[in-house]
């Protein structure tokens, strides 16, 4: 069965950091970009960012581009988020996803409307 879990919420105060990891199971994650999105209550989801199969091309989202990088570990099956300098604006339920990227492509799309697989999300609270 296919699985994607996300970890590594929690709450910190503006300006600090954290890390978020997804570990999938049940399909080839190579053949995987990988992307990140967020959402608050009562918004769209947006796009954080992703990154292609082999970690060679990478894409953020004008709000998170210089603070967040994504980066990924093709051996343990893990796609990782770490944030820095985080601002309130940055509280949400983020959410891993997998699209289907098949090599040789080595790219990553922000289109939601791609993703074949989604995790449950995991909590990120700033306090200014």
């Known amino acids: 069965a296919v699985q994607v879990v996300e970890s590594g919420g929690g709450s910190v105060q503006a300006g600090g950091s954290l890390k978020l990891s997804c570990i999938i199971s049940?399909?080839?994650?190579?053949?995987?970009?990988m992307a990140w999105f967020r959402q608050t209550p009562g918004k769209e989801r947006e796009a954080v960012g992703c990154?292609?199969?082999?970690?060679?091309?990478?894409h953020y989202a004008d709000s998170v581009e210089g603070r967040f990088t994504i980066s990924r570990d093709n051996a343990k099956n893990t796609v990782y988020l770490q944030m820095n300098n985080l601002e309130p604006d940055d509280t949400a339920m983020y959410y891993c996803?997998?699209?289907?990227?098949?090599?040789?492509?080595?790219?990553?799309?922000?289109?939601?409307?791609?993703?074949?697989?989604w995790g449950e999300g995991t909590l990120v609270i700033i306090s200014s």
């Open positions: 996803a997998a699209d289907f990227y098949p090599r040789p492509a080595d790219y990553c799309s922000l289109d939601q409307g791609g993703v074949d697989y």
């Open positions: 049940g399909f080839t994650f190579e053949d995987y970009a």
């Open positions: 990154i292609s199969w082999s970690g060679g091309w990478s």
